[in-house]
């Protein structure tokens, strides 16, 4: 078939149900705005073809109902296929990496006799379903079919479960298994995660608006790939250090819940380019639209933090930990360098007691409150989720007292009792204006679009990990491979900025000085290259200090920008992106191990002539990490600039119109 010819079939195709079809055989059809992608829903399963090429074949889908009686396409009866319609969305992003951004897509509802739906959408950076269901009363979900059967045995990328005894409670960090489907391993793996189809296109499998209703684990099963789901816990017991609940006793089904409701969106993005996979928007778009009338209140920003450097300070006159002059010392730092928040991590108050109402007595939170007022810096507390959801009246207590929002910590559960707490907590943020950081959680799934006061989300494998670990853990490779499949979901609480820097040779872990793999210049380059409204500078404000022309680049950097896209990149080998804030622009570039350099264009400049300076790696980066340089020179969009990054390098620069 000709181009012109298929893709006035792919428009016929979107604009209606086939009836003809429909009625003979049962098969629904939808395709993409553009054309290039398109569904096809029959008893049979599902297919997902993008330009011509079949990426998925037969792939089944159902609900089960308690009464063990399957929804779906190949199991109930179709009242009707509603007439498909085109839509066109302008959403609001704020905080996201855009402020704003289109969203067409055509849809597709089938209604079933029994009062479920099954909603379609087809836009041109992927394909979705969801259930829906009019029924009044209790439904019980016994469990969920979500299959996604690929035509061919694919190279995948997925996160695995780090606990093999009970692989549904972890903090859901771990680096990326690159195989066949076909060799995957029996051990449940976490979303977002991607396979590459036989000829390019790659399909990365991601939820969203996931909410009273256990979040998807998958798990590879020769070409497929299968959700699994957790069943709904009806028993705790608690770990003594820091009171964290954890499921010791589950119903036989997976989900309950009253009346009209929609279930989540099971999505499936597809990428020609791995340029494209970062600011792939679904995840956003599908979610519930925000709940907050007025978001003036939330402000984005970057965080002094303790814990990742152990309160190590040097060259002080006191004795650092937790106590009054080390936070005084900490909130100095950040008003110096104009930061806009100081986390207060785990040990403020006992861990082991579970009651956050009550910090240590060598503490005075209320005056250390005022203390950071005074200096324009605003404070986080961190706690455990089940220990702020038992003590909801925290939010009351420390929204008077001035605390910012809270660092929620150590959920690692992503069942539906489990995701009932996480919007809870959001909701309650929300009435005290509060915000939130959600670390030890699974990935994102738009709940940042509802409430826009969860300023971050961790579920990734962050610098923490290498405190405790060896090189071989190689986070150049996972920083250059999470942000096209991880930052598809959205924001990721990374924790950047370390001072002390290490080759591939010289590196090790050091849990009160801690290091990292790759150069200074790479760990400047986090700060754009991660998406990240609520960002931590990791390290020591005694490093900082010393190292001031470095800490004076990455606080001049923005915190949120009005748009984004990617220059270049190849997952797990580097990455170069660029924002835009006003009229402005910050590119930054990571490599991994094998270093890169690349040929940087400018024509997504403006007219006129910029100012740049580039942060970039030392002649000598390559031995010794920590060595860095700035140039700083003119271009214009018709200039290139060739940049090296080193083994593990990177690069950050920003271009300024010239005054």
């Known amino acids: 078939m000709n181009p012109s010819k298929k893709l006035a079939f792919a428009i016929l195709a979107a604009l209606f149900c086939l009836p003809s079809q429909a009625a003979k055989t049962k098969t629904y059809s939808l395709s993409s705005p553009d054309g290039r992608t398109s569904i096809s829903i029959s008893p049979e399963g599902y297919d997902v073809s993008h330009d011509g090429d079949l990426l998925i074949k037969g792939a089944k889908t159902a609900l089960i109902l308690e009464d063990g009686s399957r929804i779906g396409i190949a199991d109930s009866k179709v009242e009707r296929c509603r007439r498909p319609e085109s839509k066109t969305e302008t959403i609001d992003a704020p905080f996201y990496r855009q402020k704003s951004f289109t969203f067409s897509y055509n849809r597709m509802i089938i209604e ?23 029924r009044k009363g209790k439904t019980v979900i016994q469990d969920e079919t979500a299959e996604f059967r690929f035509v061919d045995d694919v190279r995948s990328w997925l996160p695995y479960s780090t606990n093999e005894k009970k692989p549904m409670a972890m903090a859901f960090q771990n680096s990326y298994t690159v195989q066949k489907l ?105 979610a519930e639209p925000s709940r907050l009338s007025d978001i003036s209140w939330i402000k984005p920003g970057f965080s002094a933090w303790e814990w990742w450097n152990d309160w190590n300070l040097s060259g002080v006159d006191f004795e650092a930990g937790i106590n009054m002059d080390t936070y005084h010392h900490y909130i100095d730092f950040a008003s110096e360098n104009g930061l806009e928040y100081m986390i207060l991590d785990e040990g403020w108050y006992v861990p082991s007691s579970g009651d956050m109402m009550t910090p240590i007595a060598e503490l005075d939170i209320e005056e250390l409150v005022k203390y950071a007022a005074q200096r324009n810096v605003r404070i986080i507390l961190w706690t455990v989720f089940n220990v702020l959801d038992d003590q909801p009246e925290a939010f009351d207590k420390y929204s008077k007292m001035g605390i910012a929002g809270f660092k929620v910590d150590f959920l690692d559960r992503d069942d539906q009792e489990a995701n009932e707490i996480v919007w ?127 800490t004076d680049f990455i606080t001049s950097l923005p915190r949120i920008y009005e748009s984004e896209r990617i220059l270049s990149g190849k997952i797990g080998e580097y990455i170069v992106t660029a924002r835009k804030n006003g009229n402005s622009w910050y590119v930054g570039g990571l490599a991994n191990w094998d270093g890169r350099t690349i040929d ?21 980066a390559g031995k010794n990490a920590e060595d860095y340089a700035i140039e700083k020179f003119t271009v214009d969009r018709k200039s290139e600039k060739q940049v090296v990054m080193q083994s593990g390098g990177g690069f950050a620069m920003t271009v300024t119109p010239k005054r």
């Open 112 to 134: 079933f006799r029994d009062g479920f739906q099954m909603e379609w959408i087809a836009s041109n950076e992927g394909v979705a379903y969801r259930y829906l269901t009019s």
């Open 424 to 550: 809870r907590l959001a909701g309650l943020a929300a009435e005290h204006k509060m915000i939130l950081d959600l670390h030890g959680i699974s990935k994102p799934v738009g709940i940042n679009r509802t409430y826009p006061n969860v300023l971050n989300y961790e579920s990734v494998f962050g610098q923490e990990e290498v405190k405790w670990s060896e090189v071989d853990i190689n986070m150049p490779l996972y920083n250059t491979t999470f942000p096209f499949i991880r930052l598809m979901a959205g924001y990721t609480d990374y924790t950047p900025g370390s001072m002390r820097n290490a080759s591939k040779a010289d590196f090790k872990g050091v849990y009160s000085s801690p290091m990292t793999m790759g150069t200074r210049a790479h760990q400047v380059a986090t700060y754009i290259v991660f998406d990240s409204p609520l960002t931590m500078l990791c390290d020591s404000p005694s490093l900082y200090r010393r190292e001031q022309e470095t």
């Open 182 to 286: 076909s060799e995957g391993s029996p051990t449940l793996a976490f979303l977002p995660a991607t396979v590459e189809s036989k000829n390019g296109p790659k399909v990365t499998i991601l939820e969203s608006d996931v909410k009273d209703y256990p979040g998807m684990f998958i798990k590879a099963e020769g070409n497929s790939i299968k959700g699994v789901f957790a069943q709904y816990p009806n028993q705790f017991d608690k770990y003594r250090g820091r009171q964290q609940r954890f499921v010791t006793g589950t119903e036989e089904y997976i989900a309950v819940s009253e009346g009209t409701r929609s279930y989540p969106w099971r999505i499936m993005a597809i990428t020609d380019d791995d340029t494209q996979m970062p600011v792939n928007n679904l995840v956003y778009a599908l």
């Open 600 to 620: 940087l264009c400018f024509d997504f400049l403006g007219d006129g002539e910029y100012d740049v300076t580039l942060y970039r790696d030392g002649i000598n």
